[in-house]
């Protein structure tokens, strides 16, 4: 084990998933030296892509390069990486003070540009593109990072237009995507992190009371539990009980969970920055045991467990994401039940919850070692209720390296 | 009183700020013939536009004219409300269930399509554009939502080159903003719901323990409160302590509140889908009083006092909202601080936390009743401590009528 391994697992294993973990984790593992290497790399894409520049807003390619997690909010917050020259954040004046704090920009790795509340933050886009161009030839062209939302896009398109000759935009997902899908040692431990953190909640979930309480107040324990368990942000609570379980993303609702319902338990947050996200699926006998999981239930649950385990042992090096899919929808199909699993297998996960790459037909990706994301067959019949296992996994050096390690068989509870 | 007034009135009376509060009004309130009503007016707005339609994702614009909240998540879902015929919501097939229980929807006011994983949902998207275009005329344009992704948009830009002629893409602001930004007496009642909800996590948090606990802990207290008020999701904890309190948008570090801090508490959260959104500032002496706010600090809150007090005074119909704003800055101006009040003096606020009317300079828009907006000036010395004071108000009849009523003045506390 390298020097750098041994200080990631004892760093790893220092961090009780309690208040705080995942910040207290990601602050010890991701220092200024990664950010300026990434931004470096970024850099090289920029220019194996023959752009300009590549032009992001807050979010998480604003946060892999730089650490800093920009507001969502109406203020453009934009990071510039150029073809040629040093990147610029361009930011507004009243929170220059958060993103100077942030590890790029402390480490000088970034300049930041202000404005005020009344100043053109779109002119200050087009100068940085035009003045950190491709020399000695025409503008080529930016791309924009996937989630910019279009008051920003469109106002950047009019200022490009207007200082410039860049007319052609793409994503920035087809130039950073590339970097930001295969996880280092040190995110791998952030993902393993919220994993443990987020099992923590299953189990407190699963062996708690469920019968007569309502989905949102179930929902409301997990939220409160996934804070206490160190994720900093608690972004989804799916507590789908009866006829709602057969909706995969219904979220939670004034529903009264009853005996003989089932149950899709499906959460997740933010630890340290990277996601969780896992699921399981319980039956409510009620107390004296008086509605058992149905014949039918049962069979489609070991259906779908057989499918999860397939998806499972077919990942490694060299397979392609579809195959990941095709490898768990056959079982799935082979049963009979191929219409009631109408979603793809899974996503990638990381700084986003959901991300490349994705577990679908169609993508002929090739794993590779560091690739994280979802393998999460489900089936569901409409108007009676239905059933998902997801486990967040690595693509390890051989085989699967899964992330969630609470039991995958259908919990059955009696209250 | 009408009807409806003393109906609003009861149905927000009896809402006491619990758990589920919010939702709960809402669900009172706002019913399948609101949503009738406003996607009827926004069909004539993308007529006296000019346009062929407007094209709506995920977010405020599409939770305002169905009641639908998508989520937030990569696979496409958008309202198309084409200058003819009926609207219709494009879905992904695993979300369909989710989206038809939505009051529009189940109104019949809103047809689905949907879509499954490996379909193209933006030829759907052109297929419907088409359809509803306006007749006997080349097509016009599109207009989309202000926070519709990149991603989608510069593939619905593609799949409309790809099937008609539209090549012109506006924001929807211009053209359904209108319609959001004058709320109804209904949203007028979730407002005060959300101001009333959020007032009690302000005592709570003025009224505690600070000193010796960390921002981050103070932000999580907050947090709790505030779905324990009946807030859905909580949005923001801005705990703002000793020099972190003169950085506007500083959200909550591992800092420890000690004797002698600023704080800067600005929080809020998302009550029955409407915004809360309230700033206090607080004195922490020490359990003896042993660091009294300085003579400067205090100097300064009395203008800062004065300076929110010249704005509320100065809400009334007719006049613009930069005319707000100025009256807000004359204060701090004269007192010589003009450049330690760095930004706008607010926002409007409803089901975005953030939306028209910005009180800010340029701004001519003139006020009329229902328009809702924050007053917040704000005085920060770098490095040193800073202050703010926040109320959501909504313009009156003939005044200004403030949802936020805690005191005012500087909280000094102990401990």
Redesign the interface.
């Known amino acids: 084990m390298s020097n750098r391994s041994a200080e990631i697992t004892a760093a790893y294993a220092a961090a009780t998933p309690g208040?705080?973990a995942g910040?207290a984790l990601e602050a010890k593992l991701i220092g200024p030296a990664a950010y300026a290497a990434r931004l470096s790399a970024a850099r090289d894409a920029v220019n194996d892509a023959g752009l300009d520049a590549v032009l992001l807003g807050f979010g998480a390619d604003m946060r892999y390069l730089t650490g800093y997690a920009a507001?969502a909010?109406?203020r453009l917050t934009m990071l510039v990486i150029p073809a040629n020259g040093a990147p610029t954040l361009i930011v507004p004046?009243?929170?220059a003070?958060?993103a100077g704090d942030a590890p790029a920009m402390r480490g000088g790795h970034v300049a930041c540009v202000t404005f005020?509340?009344?100043d053109d933050p779109f002119a200050l886009v087009a100068t940085a593109v035009k003045a950190g161009g491709r020399p000695g030839s025409a503008a080529r062209g930016v791309a924009?990072?996937?989630?910019?939302?279009?008051?920003f896009?469109?106002r950047i398109e009019a200022a490009l237009r207007t200082h410039g000759s860049i007319t052609q935009?793409?994503?920035a997902?087809h130039v950073i995507g590339k970097l930001r899908m295969v996880k280092s040692a040190e995110e791998a431990a952030l993902l393993r992190g919220a994993g443990r953190a987020v099992d923590t909640v299953v189990m407190a979930i699963t062996s708690g009371k469920l019968l007569g309480r309502t989905e949102?107040?179930v929902a409301?324990e997990v939220?409160?539990r996934l804070?206490g368990a160190g994720h900093e942000v608690s972004s989804f609570a799916i507590v789908g009980s009866g006829p709602n379980s057969?909706?995969?993303?219904?979220?939670a609702s004034?529903r009264v969970i009853d005996a003989g319902d089932a149950i899709v338990l499906d959460i997740g947050g933010v630890f340290g920055g990277y996601g969780s996200d896992t699921t399981r699926s319980i039956w409510v006998t009620g107390l004296n045991g008086e509605v058992p999981p149905t014949d039918d239930y049962l069979r489609r649950y070991e259906v779908l467990k057989r499918s999860h385990q397939a998806a499972m042992d077919h990942v490694r090096p060299g397979v392609s994401c579809e195959s990941v899919d095709a490898a768990a929808r056959a079982v799935i199909d082979a049963a009979g039940e191929g219409a009631r699993f109408?979603?793809?297998t899974g996503?990638g996960i990381g700084l986003e919850?959901?991300e490349d790459p994705y577990i679908?037909?169609?993508n002929t990706t090739k794993l590779v070692p560091g690739h994280a994301f979802s393998i999460e067959p489900g089936i569901y019949v409409?108007g009676v209720n239905g059933a998902r296992i997801e486990d967040i996994v690595l693509c390890g050096d051989s085989a699967v390296d899964a992330l969630n390690h609470t039991k995958r068989d259908l919990y059955v509870v009696a209250g």
């Open positions: 208040l705080g910040h507001p909010l109406e004046r009243l929170e003070g958060m005020g509340e009344t924009v990072s996937d989630r910019l939302w279009s008051t896009l469109i935009t793409q994503l997902s949102n107040d409301r939220r409160e804070n057969a909706s995969p993303h219904h979220e004034s109408f979603h793809r996503h919850e959901h679908v037909a169609g409409e």
